[in-house]
RNA sequence: GCGCGGGUGGCGAAAUUGGUAGACGCGCUAGCCUUAGGAGCUAGUGUCGCAAGACAUGGAGGUUCGAGUCCUCUCCCGCGCACCA
């Protein structure tokens, strides 16, 4: 028969034969290995480090990785000296997990894992440069951010404080703030319950200001006389760091505290023996006794009818002796203090709260005595601990003060030429004594005109709140919500933080707490050989049962020392690591300054959404760290953020284990290749968006690359004869997937090369120059087929190193436009005209149009719109 | 509650400055080719309608010759933060 299945079958698009044999080409070739070349522009493009886990490569590091490589490969192809390097994350709960269950050391877990993970990211031919691989539990790595943490440590920033930290029951760990969501454990979400425990800590809150600031920092290196910003991030991302930076800014106002007697007689908080320190007893002065609040609502300070402070307040315990229902505040402080965290920032829940009776404080602006309550609704670590509370213009203390039948006093009006929220007599009554003043059903929270508030009446909330705060001599202040980081972990896998406790030094030395750094030359501390893993109820590190590492020298005193067992927490690693991959393997420091003043900064960071305010935040401040010590030479660590979005198992939930959805890239590779899955990743639907997976779609992608390998069988060797229509769709592809790769819009890129292979298909021959545009495009997406074709074309050198396609406007120039022909806003018909046609004329061929003429007939004209090059269109009666 | 994204065919989604809504792909339908096909090729495929045509981008208004796109109000979904004074 006429059977030609073998000779089909000896052309067969062989995905499997074809991937393999380019990978070991390129490799051979060392394609993909950066070399610090001056002079030459460089391009550092950057993924988020996989953590190594045993679960193996997702699909979404192949979504993230896809789009990094095809921007590195496009990048090269423009000339530019491309760093795209790899690594791992390897220190983690999971594998201390698997290690403990085991009994397997982390370390061989981790060899094991990256070992598949190097596999698989081979298999699917990324363009990483894999010799300088970096692993953040490798000694001669960790080394480093040991050596870093030292720097801290010589600054005063890095230092030990006893505090109530999240503990996590199952996983035996303190978290930080971040790593607790809604009062659960992160990674395993068990309830976290609150611990007291020594811990080291970084003081991010002192780079506050200019975490948020830089954010819209203006390019100064940048001399065209545009502002561009320093940032190429989009505003999302932004405005994530900028509200868990949480910028706020108010005042200080002090009020001063009184004591009731019996008798209703004002005493002096002297007299008490409460033990606080007091400098006047004449009701109206200054007393250094009283309460400092925080506020951002100073505007509002005449409406105060209560203070709240937050049950761990210092002031309670000064006052208690005092108070007249001290056990029911006792017992009240307690309940507080059990209570878990879910419970406290559950919105459902009711406010509560008790009044320390017989306590007062005087509003410094009108002297009036307020009572004064304690409310867990207050929170002991934001601002002073202590707010005035103004239940007409504030929610919470709206809600509170209905509860507790505290009077409401309204001191704001809105705007008059907006709708008030009060009615017109309200405003002339002034009297301090009325429980509630207005006629409203909730708090009036927004800014606007003064009331009731003496000689400020009449005055706008912006500049009353200025005007009052220095009135009554109070403090313009600038909180943030942002927590000093907890950087101590009581687990083994980690980096043990390199410090010994010296109890000599202590007591020469009280200011350090005895705490001694190991001398850097010392460095690194390395992981003692462990028999458990364990970590312990205690809440103390598996290291400590090591004896005989913990047990140690001085470097001080020489005399007897024990080691810090604390690690660190798994983000220190990821802190830095773009800058060890500069020059991973320098034996004498983090990196060359040489090496970093070349690749620095990372021109271009994908990652994911949720290491917008852990990752992303913390690896800002080390950076601006080591630049104020002149060990970095940018201010900023990543010129431009992107984010991807999550793939999802079909159906739309996550792929887990546990749910048996996970789909393994491997199986792919196998079975359509490694370009198929790429472009099929890359095709699925906007790059920055959630999107389900669903294997019945691979087989378009798939279809698509067989489509371009048949188009070889079409090559024509007269090229003469190429019209201008294809020559100008090849121009309209150059220019569309050029754009879409930069905005990281590949899914209408793939599309644009659809429908150039549709074109082609259609037209039956196509040239060699235009088939090789072609693959030229798509190489980025899938290298290893474009680069077979390429070869079988007769090119010697790689597609990979040939010149990106040069996007020729003048070519790409359409000679004959379709008109669009609307009548009444409906379109009606269209005809061809030749570009740039005159108006009139395009009105003319409009209006004898034939299938537009029988919606004209009987009808007036009433006015004709005509966009050159595009439509005409005609409004009749 | 606040912040950030989204709502367009059976499905994933396209749509420069407002200018042919549904590109491209999946799926589906019919036909061809095959011993066969979860292969390939051709044609079709928003809804209603025989058709002419009408109606269609979460909903309601508005601006405009013309709105998925701009304005006002509103409903729903996802993510983040969450008593931050």
Same mark, same amino acid.
């Given at each position: 028969m006429k059977k030609i299945t073998t000779s089909a079958n000896v052309d067969a698009y062989d995905h499997a034969k074809i991937e393999k044999k380019w990978q070991k080409e390129w490799d051979d070739q060392k394609l993909h290995i950066a070399k610090e070349i001056p002079g030459v522009k460089k391009f550092y493009g950057l993924i988020e480090f996989p953590y190594p886990s045993g679960e193996g490569l997702h699909v979404g590091h192949v979504r993230s990785n896809t789009a990094m490589d095809i921007i590195c490969r496009k990048r090269r192809r423009e000339g530019y000296n491309v760093l795209y390097p790899i690594g791992w994350d390897a220190f983690g709960l999971p594998t201390e997990n698997y290690a403990i269950k085991t009994g397997i050391h982390p370390a061989i877990v981790t060899k094991n894992n990256t070992a598949i993970f190097r596999k698989q990211l081979k298999d699917i031919g990324f363009s990483f440069d894999w010799t300088r691989e970096v692993n953040t539990s490798d000694p001669a790595y960790y080394r480093w951010t040991q050596w870093i943490f030292l720097q801290f440590l010589k600054k005063g920033l890095a230092y030990k404080k006893k505090m109530t930290i999240n503990w996590c029951p199952k996983d035996l760990i303190g978290l930080a703030n971040e790593e607790v969501i809604n009062g659960k454990c992160e990674r395993c979400g068990t309830l976290v319950e609150k611990r007291e425990k020594e811990q080291w800590m970084l003081a991010i809150t002192k780079y506050a200001e200019r975490l948020l600031n830089d954010l819209d920092?203006?390019? !100064? #290196?940048?001399? #065209?006389?545009t502002k561009k910003p320093l940032l190429d991030w989009p505003e999302h991302i932004k405005d994530a760091q900028k509200n868990w930076i949480g910028k706020s800014e108010g005042a200080h106002i002090d009020f001063r505290i009184v004591l009731e007697d019996d008798k209703n007689a004002l005493v002096d908080s002297q007299k008490s023996d409460s033990g606080a320190s007091s400098t #006047?007893?004449?009701?109206?002065t200054y007393s250094t006794f009283g309460i400092k609040v925080f506020t951002t609502r100073a505007d509002t300070l005449f409406g105060v009818t209560y203070i709240v402070i937050a049950p761990e307040h210092q002031l309670v315990q000064t006052l208690m002796p005092s108070l007249s229902n001290r056990l029911e505040v006792e017992s009240y402080i307690s309940k507080s203090k059990i209570q878990s965290e879910i419970e406290r920032t559950n919105d459902e829940r009711e406010k509560t709260g008790i009044n320390l009776n017989g306590v007062y404080a005087i509003?410094?602006?009108?002297n009036e005595k307020v009572p004064v309550w304690i409310a867990d609704y207050v929170l002991a670590d934001y601002g002073t601990g202590a707010v005035m509370a103004v239940p007409a213009h504030d929610t919470r203390d709206w809600d509170f003060a209905k509860k507790y039948g505290l009077p409401i006093k309204q001191v704001i009006v809105g705007d008059p030429s907006t709708p008030s929220v009060r009615s017109e007599n309200d405003s002339h009554q002034k009297t301090a004594t009325v429980t509630d003043n207005t006629n409203n059903t909730k708090a009036y929270c927004e800014d606007g005109t003064l009331i009731n508030s003496g000689k400020f009446d009449g005055k706008d909330s912006e500049s009353a709140r200025k005007e009052i705060t220095k009135h009554i001599g109070g403090e313009l202040v600038t909180k943030f919500k942002l927590r000093d980081w907890i950087f101590s972990r009581q687990r083994y896998w980690g980096e043990p933080i390199p410090v010994v406790k010296c109890e000599k030094c202590a007591i020469s030395n009280p200011e350090g707490g005895g705490w001694v750094p190991v001398p850097e030359s010392d460095l690194p501390v390395k992981l003692p050989e462990v028999k458990k893993y364990q970590p312990t109820e205690t809440g103390e #590190?598996?290291?400590?049962?090591v004896t005989k590492w913990v047990n140690t020298k001085c470097p001080v005193c020489n005399g007897p020392a024990k080691r810090e067992t604390d690690t660190m927490p798994n983000w220190a690693g990821s802190s830095w690591y773009y800058l060890r991959?500069?020059?991973?393997?320098?034996? !004498?420091?983090?990196?060359d300054k040489k090496n970093l003043e070349y690749w620095t900064p990372v021109d271009w960071y994908n990652g994911g959404m949720e290491h917008t305010t852990l990752h992303l935040l913390y690896s800002r401040f080390w950076h601006k760290f080591l630049y104020d010590l002149g060990l970095v030479p940018t201010i900023e660590p990543y010129t431009k953020r992107t984010s991807h979005g999550l793939i999802l198992a079909e159906g739309g939930v996550k792929m887990s284990k546990s749910k048996g959805n996970v789909v393994n890239p491997d199986v792919i590779v196998k079975s359509v290749g490694a370009d198929t899955l790429r472009v099929y990743e890359m095709f699925m639907?906007?790059?920055d968006q959630a999107i389900s997976w669903d294997t019945s779609n691979i087989a378009g992608s798939r279809r698509f690359l067989e489509r371009v390998w048949k188009l070889k069988n079409l090559l024509h060797p007269d090229s003469s004869n190429n019209s201008k229509d294809v020559e100008r769709s090849i121009q309209k592809t150059i220019k569309k997937v050029s754009d879409d790769i930069e905005n990281m819009r590949f899914n209408t890129a793939i599309s644009a090369l659809m429908i150039a292979v549709n074109e082609m298909e259609k037209i039956g021959k196509i040239s060699k120059s235009h088939y090789e545009t072609l693959l030229q495009l798509l190489a980025p997406f899938a290298p290893h087929i474009t680069e077979e074709l390429w070869s079988s074309l007769g090119n010697e050198k790689s597609i990979h190193q040939s010149p990106w396609p040069a996007f020729d406007s003048k070519m790409a120039v359409a000679d004959t436009v379709k008109i669009i022909i609307q009548i009444n806003g409906k379109m009606r018909g269209s005809f061809m005209a030749a570009a740039g046609t005159s108006k009139e004329t395009l009105q003319d061929l409009a209006q004898n149009n034939a299938e537009v003429i029988k919606w004209l007939k009987d009808k007036i004209i009433d006015k004709v719109i005509v966009i050159p090059d595009r439509l005409v269109s005609i409004v009749v009666k």
């Open positions: 920092a203006v390019d !100064t #290196s940048d001399t #065209s006389g #006047s007893s004449t009701f109206g509003n410094p602006a009108n #590190s598996p290291l400590a049962a991959y500069t020059d991973s393997e320098n034996k !004498t420091a983090f990196a639907g906007p790059f």
